[in-house]
């Protein structure tokens, strides 16, 4: 079955709404010596690097960034065809007492926020823990709601987003993808 698929935000777009998460975070974290930015394997490592050189352009807060791999704390690993590759988390600062903001490229059942803050942990104990995110679809199966969002969807069943980074994927988009219905 072919899949359809449309455009939710365009490279332009996804700038511009990484321009607003980093508005926003520098916004909320004003006091801040520094902030930790945590992206999540895969496509949060490079929405947080795109967020902290934003940060880093404004001035202001110093900006760390780390890498996050929740595949081992993932509750949903027996339904991939194929087990993620291990990447390893990678937090070369303290983060007791510090601010951190976990970023991920898209916020659905709220699974993927619930492993990460496992694996942070492991790390430290944070003052604070805030999450951004690319695109929140609606739809959580856990409490957690993002505190900095770019764009708020609510999609049908069997509608997908896909964010791509050029840094992982070649490209910059973000499409919904809908599996077409059978005839």
Known sequence: MPELVRTLMTKDDM?????VLADCIAAANLDEESIALVGIFTRGVPLAKRIAAKIENMGGSKVLV???DITQYRDDLNTFQMVPKLEGSDIAFDLDGLNVVLCDEVIYTGRSVRAALEELLNFGRPKRVQLAVLVDRCGR??????????????????????VRFEEVDGQDACTVQTQASPR
């Open 141 to 162: 199966e856990f409490p957690v709601q993002p505190d900095f969002t770019a764009l708020k969807v609510t999609l049908a069943p069997g509608e997908r987003v896909s």
């Open 66 to 68: 780390g890498t996050i």
């Open 15 to 19: 700038d511009d709404g990484i321009q």
